[in-house]
């Protein structure tokens, strides 16, 4: 799956990375992506320690359109992706959406 990230701080995009396809598995993908969006986008500055908590981080996954979750489901995998990547409560700062890959259309 692909999948990409982006940061917000004060209304404004702080970074966004992302790749369609990364043959690597999900939590990977979004690790690289959020240290990419974070620290490498070339059309911003890095986003600063201090920055981190008032950031809203946007993770958007693709998945193929035969992937055919529950709502159920996707809550458990969001829940899963936002525990793993140190969320106290995704619903605060994180939001993931799940959307048709393009490749894939």
């Keep these: 799956a692909g999948a990409f990230v982006s940061f917000h701080s004060g209304g404004e995009l702080r970074?966004?990375?992302?790749?369609?396809e990364a043959g690597l598995p999900l939590g990977e993908v979004v690790a690289r992506c959020a240290v990419a969006a974070s620290s490498d986008d070339p059309r911003f500055?890095?986003?600063?320690?201090?920055e981190l908590d008032g950031?809203?981080?946007?993770?958007?996954?693709?998945?193929?359109?035969?992937?055919?979750?529950?709502?159920?489901?996707?809550?458990?995998?969001?829940t899963e992706i936002g525990d793993a990547i140190g969320g106290k409560g995704p619903d605060r700062w994180l939001t993931i959406t799940f959307t048709a890959d393009p490749a894939h259309l």
Excluded at 15 to 20: A, D, E, R, V
Excluded at 45 to 50: A, I, L, Q, S
């Design 15 to 20: 970074g966004c990375i992302g790749y369609l």
């Design 55 to 78: 950031c809203v981080i946007e993770i958007s996954v693709l998945v193929p359109p035969e992937l055919r979750l529950s709502i159920a489901e996707f809550d458990t995998l969001r």
């Design 45 to 50: 500055e890095p986003v600063r320690p201090g």
